[in-house]
């Protein structure tokens, strides 16, 4: 079970051929658009008549953008009976006090870190945490996340976190990932 996640996004990827989550909502006809309406929700995903869509918070950088959407995508994939019932809304992305958000989270970083990439730059000798944050261009809790999902499944390379899971993360408006280090 534990690497259920892992093994559904890689075979998503393998189906699809990409991982990025706009390629991957889109092959699977899911109709995305961003709204400036709200501030506090990052975006949501919801089931209308048979159709699956995701809203993202227009307001966000391309960079949240990016991971918003590949959580969104998590529920889809994850969570499908959930939409039928309601509307998967996140105001805050890395919640750890839900056993679906944490799922749609760990979707996310395994689908936008791959694991070959994330071990290369664990080898580098002055490669720190934050400085493989803005190689990758994407959040702490994000990585976070990539490496809870590689220590899970037995890799050798990561033998702790750098830090606990934040499940606070995303709830700033706009997280610079390109910030001077």
Request: some cysteine.
């Amino acid at each position: 079970m534990s690497n259920y996640i892992y093994d559904t996004v890689e075979k998503l990827c393998k189906k699809y051929k990409s991982r990025d989550p706009f390629e991957l909502l889109n092959g699977m006809n899911v109709i995305v658009t961003e709204s400036f309406a709200f501030s506090n929700l990052k975006g949501f995903c919801f089931l209308n008549c048979r159709t699956t869509y995701v809203v993202i918070n227009g307001n966000l950088t391309d960079s949240e953008k990016r991971i918003v959407a590949a959580h969104e995508l998590g529920h889809i994939v994850l969570h499908k009976d959930h939409l039928k019932l309601a509307p998967m809304k996140d105001s805050i992305l890395y919640d750890m006090t839900g056993k679906l958000e944490y799922q749609a989270n760990s979707f996310a970083a395994d689908l936008l870190i791959p694991d070959a990439e994330i071990r290369s730059l664990l080898k580098e000798e002055e490669m720190d945490y934050f400085t493989a944050c803005h190689y990758l261009d994407t959040a702490p809790d994000l990585i976070s996340f990539k490496l809870f999902s590689l220590m899970k499944r037995g890799d050798a390379c990561v033998h702790s976190l750098p830090f606990e899971l934040n499940s606070r993360f995303l709830n700033k408006q706009h997280y610079n990932t390109s910030r001077n280090i």
